[in-house]
């Protein structure tokens, strides 16, 4: 059996279940003035290389998405994104509900978002003026739903973009990781020096249990995020135990190293699935997700012998996601391929 469904499937790194338990050591205060959560600024500041930053540990990426989006737009303005983005398509509307706005999708290949339909959208708003929701914010996903990464210079594009029409710039970073390990670069090249204002940070996907955290690059635009995040019900009371995990990924780049092993599996399993003859791959393999067109009647069976992954209908007919994670093992590869092969 390989579970290749989500990397929501894994289990929690090692070093963060050691972290969690030398945190559960006597007491500490509550709701974030907590000495792990002191650190943990103070560590995402060293990693980002940014001395004004400010950080906000929250639970889960759909809310980092949705409450950093209601501290850029009001509730008459707007967030472009792509159409097959998490927060068009898999966030039960968190986003207008929180921000009370609206969200604005764009097309482009393979979830990224085609600058130019992008600019076309603002400008037909700025056009229609108090008839339209005024366009405040870009946000984009990287890696995206479908496993592609924008390049830095494509991000610095689209924050140029954004900042000449005075929009922001938002990156969805639920697996921010596997896009730093696959362009093998700083953390701060792919952020706040190629123009982004907020980032949701991942934790979940890449071996923490429950860690996700906003990063605001811009402090301005964070002075009244605590209010919002507390209203939204995403400020713990035992914040420490959330911002230890984060902690112990940031602690001898784990987090970094366990992308790098997923993106490596993602590899070896893209290699095996082009020796299957029935088996078509979709799209070049650039983190750790893999979209294949599989024949149903294959699928089935591979399903029926236990291996556990999603259709993906909307890319079409027949299509499926397979997802490595930070635990996936060779030998999980290997089984599934024997299966395909």
Same mark, same amino acid.
């Given at each position: 059996?390989?579970?290749?469904?989500?990397?929501?499937?894994?289990?929690?790194?090692?070093?963060? @279940?050691?972290?969690? &338990?030398?945190?559960?050591?006597?007491?500490?205060?509550?709701?974030?003035?907590?000495?792990?959560?002191?650190?943990?600024?103070?560590?995402?500041?060293?990693? $980002? &290389?940014?001395?004004?930053?400010? *950080?906000?540990?929250?639970?889960? !990426?759909?809310?980092?998405?949705?409450?950093?989006?209601?501290?850029?737009?009001?509730?008459? &303005?707007? *967030?472009?994104?792509?159409?097959?983005?998490?927060? #068009?398509?898999?966030?039960?509307?968190?986003?207008? $509900?929180?921000?009370?706005?609206?969200?604005?999708?764009?097309?482009? #290949?393979?979830?990224?978002?085609?600058?130019? #339909?992008? &600019?076309?959208?603002?400008?037909?708003?700025?056009?229609?003026?108090?008839?339209?929701? %005024?366009? /405040?914010? @870009?946000?984009?996903?990287?890696?995206?739903?479908?496993?592609?990464?924008?390049?830095?210079?494509?991000?610095?594009?689209?924050?140029?973009?954004?900042?000449?029409?005075?929009?922001?710039?938002?990156? =969805?970073?639920?697996?921010?990781?596997?896009?730093?390990?696959?362009?093998?670069?700083?953390?701060?090249?792919?952020?706040?020096?190629?123009?982004?204002? *907020?980032?949701?940070?991942? !934790?979940? /996907?890449? !071996?923490?249990?429950?860690?996700?955290?906003?990063?605001?690059?811009?402090?301005?635009?964070?002075?009244?995020?605590?209010?919002? %995040?507390?209203?939204?019900?995403?400020?713990?009371?035992?914040? %420490? $135990?959330?911002?230890?995990?984060?902690?112990?990924?940031?602690?001898? =780049?784990?987090?970094?190293?366990?992308?790098?092993?997923?993106?490596?599996?993602?590899?070896?399993?893209?290699?095996?699935? %082009?020796?299957?003859?029935?088996?078509?791959?979709?799209?070049? *393999?650039?983190?750790?997700?893999?979209?294949?067109?599989?024949?149903?009647?294959?699928?089935?069976?591979?399903?029926? /012998?236990?291996?556990?992954?999603?259709?993906?209908?909307?890319?079409?007919?027949?299509?499926?996601?397979?997802?490595?994670? $930070?635990?996936?093992?060779?030998?999980? @590869?290997?089984?599934?391929?024997?299966?395909?092969?």
């Amino acid at each position: 059996m390989t579970f290749l469904a989500s990397d929501n499937t894994a289990g929690i790194s090692s070093e963060i @279940i050691k972290a969690l &338990e030398l945190a559960n050591s006597g007491y500490a205060k509550a709701y974030g003035a907590d000495e792990y959560t002191e650190r943990l600024t103070t560590r995402f500041r060293e990693v $980002f &290389e940014s001395n004004d930053l400010i *950080v906000f540990p929250v639970f889960n !990426g759909s809310a980092a998405n949705s409450l950093a989006l209601t501290s850029l737009i009001k509730p008459f &303005e707007s *967030v472009i994104a792509h159409t097959h983005s998490h927060i #068009e398509r898999d966030e039960c509307g968190m986003t207008e $509900f929180f921000t009370g706005g609206k969200i604005l999708g764009v097309s482009g #290949e393979q979830g990224r978002i085609n600058l130019q #339909e992008a &600019e076309s959208i603002i400008q037909l708003a700025q056009h229609g003026g108090i008839h339209h929701s %005024r366009p /405040k914010a @870009i946000s984009i996903t990287q890696p995206t739903e479908e496993g592609a990464i924008y390049k830095i210079e494509e991000i610095k594009s689209l924050s140029a973009l954004a900042k000449s029409y005075s929009l922001y710039l938002h990156m =969805d970073g639920a697996r921010v990781a596997n896009a730093i390990a696959s362009l093998d670069c700083k953390p701060s090249e792919m952020t706040w020096k190629a123009g982004v204002d *907020v980032l949701s940070f991942g !934790g979940t /996907k890449n !071996g923490a249990m429950l860690a996700e955290a906003v990063i605001f690059f811009n402090p301005d635009l964070a002075k009244d995020f605590g209010y919002m %995040r507390k209203r939204a019900g995403q400020l713990a009371s035992k914040q %420490r $135990f959330i911002s230890a995990q984060l902690l112990a990924l940031l602690e001898h =780049d784990l987090w970094i190293k366990n992308a790098q092993h997923a993106n490596l599996m993602a590899q070896k399993l893209a290699q095996g699935l %082009r020796k299957a003859s029935e088996i078509k791959i979709l799209f070049p *393999v650039e983190a750790n997700s893999i979209f294949v067109e599989i024949p149903r009647d294959m699928a089935d069976s591979l399903l029926a /012998k236990g291996h556990y992954f999603y259709s993906w209908p909307l890319l079409g007919r027949n299509i499926y996601r397979l997802v490595t994670s $930070f635990n996936t093992l060779p030998e999980d @590869i290997d089984c599934f391929i024997d299966s395909c092969t």
